[in-house]
Every structure is written in C-alpha cells, then in structure tokens.
C-alpha cells in the first residue's frame, strides 16, 4: 500500500476532528455546563479536586450523568484518534516533503501520548459517572491526573506541528528575500 504524502490525509483527519470538537463544544459539553452550571471534566485542562468532582457529579444527577456516559463519552472516544492522525499526518507531510526535524520526530510521540491520556481520561471519567456521586478519591486523581497530562501532551503535539511548519515558512520566506528577481 502506498502512502500518499500530498496533505490530504492531514485535511481528511482535521475535517473528521475539527466537526467532532464542534459538536462536543457546542453540542454535549454545551449542554452539560448548562445542566450542572459547571464545566465538565474534559473543560477542565489543569484538573479537578474531590470536591469538585462530587459538586459536579451532583449537580449533573443521574439524568446527567447518563448524557454525559451515553453522548459526551462516545464523541470523545472519536476525537483524541482523529486529532493524533491529523497531527501524525501533518508531520509526516512536512517530513515527506522538506525533510526530517526534531520536532517532526517527536510530534508524533507527543500526539499518541496525548490520545492516550485522553483514553484515560475518558476511562476514569466513565468510572466516575457510574459510581455515581461519591467516587473514590485515588480515581479522581488519577482521571485529573490523565485530564492534565492530555491536555499538556496535546498543547505540545500542536506546538510541534506548528513549529515544523512555521519554519518551512520562514525558510521560504528568506529564501524569497535573498533570490534575485528576474527582469
């Protein structure tokens, strides 16, 4: 099987992630805020206390609670793969076509770390919902813990891709500076 290496897979894959997120944002974690009057655990990026895991599992109730494991779950358990693809294919695009970098080399590390913290995320958020309003405290840690290093792993996983583009641009763009025109 050959791997096409034009960009077209990294706009399927960001077409695929980029509706999924705007469901979920505008749709299930929209709703779910509205129901609990708090932000849902995937809309906390630097983690959640005991306390306010308890409040939120409170204030969401059973019928919340359902939503949030039947609607919000599954949609997040197509995002982090659809993203760590856009972001893997993106890199291997710029790879491909302008050579290797550290950041090519390591952004798709940082993007399968970043889906898998978020599958763990998602993991103990689900544990969280069926035990219903009093969970455990070491699986509350251990989902704030995941939600933290997902988000942290995924904010570097972009960043690198960001990075290994800007400098095909600044490349280009100096290279346009000191190209003679013809005339």
């Not at 970098?101 to 952004?107: A, D, N, Y």
């Not at 798709?108 to 309003?133: C, H, Q, R, V």
Request: proline residues 4%.
């Amino acid at each position: 099987m050959k791997i096409d290496h034009s960009g077209k897979a990294t706009i399927l894959f960001g077409l695929g992630a980029a509706i999924i997120y705007l469901v979920m944002v505008l749709g299930t974690l929209s709703y779910l805020n509205d129901l609990a009057g708090a932000l849902p655990f995937d809309l906390r990026p630097s983690g959640y206390s005991h306390s306010d895991t308890v409040g939120l599992l409170e204030a969401l109730g059973a019928t919340g609670r359902h939503y949030y494991l039947t609607r919000q779950i599954p949609l997040d358990t197509l995002y982090p793969a659809l993203l760590a693809l856009t972001l893997i294919s993106a890199l291997r695009w710029r790879s491909f076509r302008f050579g290797p970098t550290l950041m090519t080399r390591i952004g798709g590390a940082l993007a399968i770390l970043a889906a898998k913290f978020d599958y763990l995320e998602n993991l103990g958020i689900s544990f969280m919902l069926l035990t219903g309003p009093e969970p455990d405290l070491a699986l509350v840690k251990a989902a704030s813990t995941a939600t933290i290093l997902k988000s942290a792993l995924t904010t570097a996983a972009i960043l690198a891709v960001i990075a290994s583009l800007l400098s095909v641009l600044f490349r280009r763009m100096l290279s346009a500076r000191t190209t003679p025109t013809a005339r």
